[in-house]
């Protein structure tokens, strides 16, 4: 591994100025569990890296005016998968950081990595697409917010400028009658990555679908919604039927690729299945 220079900001605007001076030789460092594997195995240069863990303002998770919740880039998968708010009000993401490598690398991995690492199997990004957050991003031309749904380019390509920090999410509130699940399927239970993953979330007015979002992973170059099973949904009672017809129409947006994980049939199957299973789920939720 070669070697690079560490700066450690104690701030955003110290960390904004150190990206906008240093150049576009330079990473950032969080928990390390996407960075430090491709530091060691030769895959990033990098001239220098700067360590995130000095800036108290990633680490936080605060409601926004009783309107949602704002949570930092550098939260961690452990702390979403046990902090009781993310827990009561936007169950699909504390569910998405529970599956998150090991207990170990849960206390490591954050938010933010997740979604920068931009793998198109990423957990998090899924209920994040469902829950229609937004990135929060500040560089040297102030802040901007860019909707998750839209956040991911390309495999490993995010919208982030070189001299850009995605400093938080911030989750609208959901509402008394809303659910959600994220749901995947690996080949084993722990320690691997999504063959597919699926995040549904419903929001119900009178027994009616007043609101329906279903986010897929590991079926494109980027995590993306299926709009058409999505619209199917809206305004209508949802039955069994209506689930499977949703779970079908997921399939329009779907583009998988066969590799050594599973076969792109098999992924449009998965789709189906986990659709069906996560739509099924939230429905329950928003029932409840």
Do not use: W
């Not at 030789?25 to 060691?40: F, N």
């Not at 009783?66 to 949570?71: D, F, P, T, V, Y």
């Not at 504390?94 to 920068?116: D, F, I, K, P």
């Not at 947006?253 to 996560?278: K, M």
């Amino acid at each position: 591994m070669r070697r690079f220079e560490l700066l450690l900001p104690q701030s955003v605007d110290e960390c904004v100025r150190t990206l906008a001076q240093q150049g576009p030789e330079t990473k950032l460092l969080a928990g390390g569990t996407d960075l430090l594997p491709q530091l060691k195995n030769g895959l990033l240069k990098p001239a220098r890296v700067i360590d995130l863990s000095g800036v108290a303002q990633l680490r936080a998770i605060e409601s926004a005016n009783g309107q949602g919740l704002r949570i930092g880039s550098a939260v961690t998968a452990r702390t979403l998968e046990l902090d009781r708010t993310v827990q009561g009000r936007y169950l699909s993401l504390a569910e998405s950081g529970a599956l998150v490598g090991s207990v170990q690398v849960r206390n490591l991995a954050t938010l933010g990595g997740n979604l920068c690492n931009a793998a198109p199997s990423a957990d998090m990004a899924p209920p994040l697409l469902a829950l229609d957050a937004e990135a929060i991003i500040v560089g040297p031309k102030g802040e901007r917010r860019v909707p998750v749904a839209t956040f991911f380019t390309g495999v490993r390509k995010t919208v982030l400028a070189p001299d850009e920090l995605l400093v938080e999410l911030a989750l609208p509130a959901t509402g008394p009658n809303s659910g959600g699940n994220y749901l995947r399927h690996t080949p084993r239970r722990e320690l691997d990555i999504a063959v597919v993953g699926v995040a549904s979330q419903l929001t119900l007015a009178n027994g009616v679908c007043a609101k329906a979002r279903i986010a897929l992973a590991a079926v494109a170059p980027v995590p993306l919604r299926a709009t058409g099973a999505e619209r199917a949904l809206e305004g209508q009672r949802v039955t069994p039927e209506l689930i499977a017809r949703a779970a079908d129409l997921a399939l329009e947006v779907a583009r998988p690729i066969s590799d050594q994980r599973g076969s792109a049939d098999f992924r449009r199957h998965l789709v189906r299945v986990l659709t069906r299973r996560t739509l099924t789920t939230a429905l329950a939720r928003a029932s409840a």
